[in-house]
T-cell receptor, first 112, second 112 residues
Framework: EAGVTQSPTHLIKTRGQQATLRCSPI?????VYWYQQALGLGLQFLLW???????NRGNFPPRFSGRQFPNYSSELNVNALELEDSALYLC???????????FGEGSRLTVL | QQQVKQSPQSLIVQKGGISIINCAYE??????FPWYQQFPGKGPALLIA?????SEKKEGRFTISFNKSAKQFSLHIMDSQPGDSATYFC???????????FGTGTRLQVFP
């Protein structure tokens, strides 16, 4: 069974540009979570989607947004990129709320 | 109140020794405490988890000790092996609400 898959693996952008990251959850999982892993800061919660709806968002500005599609895949959009947005963005899925999170290998975003 | 404080930031242990990582929390509503293990270039993976109705849970060489009154929990790795070298994250969440709150991580290095 395929795990959580994320694309692209690496992405390089310049300040002010937009980045789009994609995530496919494990088959049957309806909840998708996005986390930002910046150096030395651990995993910071970004967004949670379940059944196509945004259920919660972390303490990030509105230029971080996303959506979940009918097939439960998800994308994260980051507008007006800033240097401090450089991080590993991790997507996780779960079978139901508060069950085990299965993480993908992440998309590394570098903002120059 | 939503923070989970993790220490130490890094840990060096000799093969066969005991590795101990500690976490503390403030929010008494937290009732799910997992530990995740992350190898370089990979996403975090669930290692072991505990709920506050027990004070200890053991799985192989890995043990979680939970002190509800002190609002602390710790991971003990017995007979540490070089293959255990990874970054370990504690986390906490509230029932079936939403997001996991992660600690800042501990980089463990086990030397032969």
């Amino acid at each position: 069974e395929a795990g959580v898959t994320q694309s692209p693996t690496h992405l390089i952008k310049t300040r002010g540009q937009q980045a789009t990251l994609r995530c496919s959850p494990i088959s049957g999982h309806t909840s998708v979570y996005w986390y930002q892993q910046a150096l030395g800061l651990g995993l910071q919660f970004l967004l949670w989607y379940d059944e196509g709806e945004e259920r919660n968002r972390g303490n990030f500005p509105p230029r971080f947004s996303g959506r979940q599609f009918p097939n439960y895949s998800s994308e994260l959009n980051v507008n007006a990129l800033e240097l401090e947005d450089s991080a590993l963005y991790l997507c996780a899925s779960s079978l139901y709320v508060s069950s085990e999170l299965f993480f993908g290998e992440g998309s590394r975003l570098t903002v120059l | 109140q939503q923070q989970v404080k993790q220490s130490p930031q890094s840990l060096i242990v000799q093969k066969g020794g005991i590795s101990i990582i500690n976490c503390a929390y403030e929010n008494t509503a937290f009732d799910y405490f997992p530990w995740y293990q992350q190898f370089p270039g990979k996403g975090p993976a669930l290692l072991i988890a505990i709920r506050p109705d027990v004070s200890e849970k053991k799985e192989g060489r890995f043990t979680i000790s939970f002190n509800k009154s002190a609002k602390q929990f710790s991971l003990h790795i017995m007979d540490s092996q070089p293959g255990d070298s990874a970054t370990y994250f504690c986390a906490a969440s509230i029932g079936n609400t939403d997001k996991l709150i992660f600690g800042t991580g501990t980089r463990l290095q086990v030397f032969p």
